[in-house]
């Protein structure tokens, strides 16, 4: 009985399975000893995970590796590293994990870990690495060459060294790394946690905190949260780089969000569709685009050129005055010893002063050489206003062009002058941004030397005629409008003018456009803070630069169609940790195969 018992207090076996795959081993015998994993070197396995992936290591060593006979004996084999990463795995099962989640959307591309060495946390780090370093060496190549541009124009000045620690590369090589590591952190985090939120287990919370549940569970919540990451922009000094990238990182985001609500017909509307029968999206108007930028944008950064010589593009201003020789004259051989000639800054901070003074007529010193003809504060000018013809009647023209009389005649010098010179330019510069098209000159060469021609003619000629109606427009003011009319606002005025010559470039001049309306934004913000029309914040271009993220990430999640071109939808799903992939793209090929099918 007690056997009968015991017996039945046995548990149920189940057969045995025998593997037919001849790669596993089989079970060792009773009397035999079992040998121990080859112990995997954690530091080593770490070192390669955040080194280089699986997949990376096979390409290098199908290309590069395996070509030299050295290296393919001396380097360590694509099964051998899979090992290694998988922490004794075989690379057959790592690469079925791998291949599993493709096709899945964009979700399982974020959450997949592709194989258990190669996880995500492992590949953010990784990026953030190559991202570090790769920065680090370009700051470092670009403050070289930056140097020894300095060292031959001031080879007299001594340079204080600056410590490496404290050095802008490092410390922009830093903040970038740290905004791409927390990013993806903070978004696989969010993702998870709204995933978890969103399961039927997570009801109670859910039922307890309406409000921050509705917040954590809404599908925009990991792209804003995630945009936090930008904070790590404030580990950069507080200089005009760090501005610069907040002020086109927030162009770029408000101009993808202007997209997707052209997209939803938020902005123009919708019409009913001929026959009645549906409602279309209004196209848009043929006259609207980014051009209708150029205008305002000239006209504030002529303002504040003329008047807050501080607050205005030094570089912008440059090009103009190089571009000016028509109205801003050289030394001339002649000058009398002792006499000092004025720049182009002096003669901007002179045409100040006279429109302050409600721009006083000139007296020819010519006519009348014992009367004073020009008032003390305009002393800079004097060399330019000694010689001018006596049928001059306005300071201005005085100072502008002070060997002719007309003014019509001077601007059609300029034309004359600048255009052939700014035609070499622009040829120059559009012909090295097309080398990398070298392919599309064997094959088009007539096409592409057509598309050279005409881009080079449009903006050469917008360039031109933009610059000569800056300059010409002070002389119509003073020949039209009274002396107290508008006196500070005229070069505003002309810089709207001169901006409408943006019409002839409106099709492919859309990227001077933004930047000419970038750098307006930069200088009024400036002369805002100069004239206190508001506060300076500190670290304010941190939290532009987080709100660009944050529309960005928005507006990716909404509809990645809204981001127009497909190299910045890859670089959105590869900051987040999902491939660099055109997710956008995809899902459009799966909508038409659904409904093929």
């Known amino acids: 009985m007690a056997s009968e018992a015991g017996s039945s207090r046995l548990p149920a076996l189940t057969p045995l399975d025998i593997p037919s795959q001849p790669d596993i081993v089989s079970r060792p015998r009773a009397n035999s000893k079992s040998k121990p994993k080859s112990a995997v070197d954690p530091v080593l396995r770490n070192a390669l995970r955040y080194t280089i992936s699986a997949r990376e290591y096979e390409t290098l060593h ?101 410590p490496f ?56 919540a990991p792209a ?18 760090r501005v610069t990238v907040a002020i086109a990182a927030i162009f770029r985001a408000l101009e993808f969000g202007w997209n997707l609500c052209e997209d939803e017909g938020l902005i123009w509307g919708w019409k009913a569709r001929a026959g009645g029968k549906g409602m279309v999206k209004r196209e848009r108007p043929w006259w609207w685009g980014s051009w209708m930028l150029q205008p305002f944008a000239f006209g504030q950064i002529l303002h504040a050129t003329v008047f807050d010589r501080e607050s205005s593009p030094v570089t912008f201003a440059d090009f103009v005055w190089k571009s000016s020789s028509t109205y801003l004259h050289g030394v001339p051989k002649d000058l009398p010893a002792g006499m000092k000639w004025p720049n182009a800054w002096e003669i901007a901070d002179n045409l100040a002063r006279m429109a302050k003074l409600n721009w006083p007529p000139f007296v020819s010193p010519t006519l009348f050489p014992d009367q004073e003809t020009l008032p003390s504060s305009l002393s800079a000018v004097a060399p330019l206003t000694s010689r001018a013809h006596p049928l001059i009647t306005s300071l201005s023209c005085a100072t502008l062009h002070p060997s002719d009389p007309s003014c019509l005649r001077t601007y059609l010098t300029f034309w004359v002058r600048s255009f052939p010179r700014m035609g070499r330019f622009f040829l120059l510069f559009y012909s090295v941004l097309m080398l990398p098209r070298y392919k599309l000159l064997y094959n088009s060469p007539l096409y592409l030397l057509n598309r050279l021609l005409s881009r080079v003619l449009r903006m050469s000629t917008f360039a031109t005629g933009a610059i000569s109606t800056a300059w010409a427009s002070i002389c119509f003011f003073q020949t039209w409008f009274p002396r107290t009319f508008l006196p500070t606002q005229r070069f505003f005025l002309g810089g709207f003018l001169a901006g409408l010559w943006a019409w002839i470039d409106r099709k492919e001049g859309r990227s001077v456009f933004l930047y000419s309306a970038r750098t307006s934004v930069d200088s009024l913000w400036k002369v805002g803070v100069k004239r206190r029309w508001w506060r300076a914040m500190k670290g304010g271009d941190v939290w532009v630069f987080v709100l660009a993220l944050a529309i960005t990430g928005a507006v990716y999640e909404r509809d990645a169609k809204a981001l127009r071109e497909s190299h910045v939808r890859k670089g959105v799903s590869w900051v987040r940790g999902a491939g660099f992939r055109d997710w956008g793209l995809e899902e459009d090929e799966e909508e038409d195969g659904v409904k093929e099918e």
Not at 228 to 236: H, N
């Open 62 to 162: 199908k290309y590069v590796l395996s070509r030299s006979r050295l290296l393919r004996k001396r380097m360590p084999s694509v099964n051998t590293v899979e090992r290694y990463m998988d922490g004794g795995n075989t690379r057959r099962g790592s690469i079925s994990d791998r291949d599993s989640g493709k096709g899945k959307g964009k979700e399982k591309a974020t959450d997949g870990n592709g194989s258990r060495g190669d996880t995500y946390n492992a590949r953010a780090i990784r990026d953030a690495l190559r991202v570090f370093i790769a920065t680090g060496l370009g700051m470092r190549a670009y403050e070289t060459v930056l140097a020894r541009l300095k060292a031959q124009k001031e080879a007299s000045v001594p340079q204080k060294k600056q």
């Open 165 to 220: 620690y404290k050095s802008s590369g490092l410390r922009l090589s830093l903040s970038l790394s740290t905004i791409l590591l927390l990013y993806r952190l903070l978004f696989r985090f969010l993702s998870r946690l709204r995933a978890h939120l969103l399961d039927q287990s997570a009801a109670p919370f859910r039922n307890r905190n309406p409000r921050t549940s509705q917040a954590l569970t809404s599908p925009y």
């Open 224 to 241: 804003v949260g995630a945009s936090l990451a930008g904070l790590a922009l404030g580990i950069y000094p507080s200089q005009q780089l």
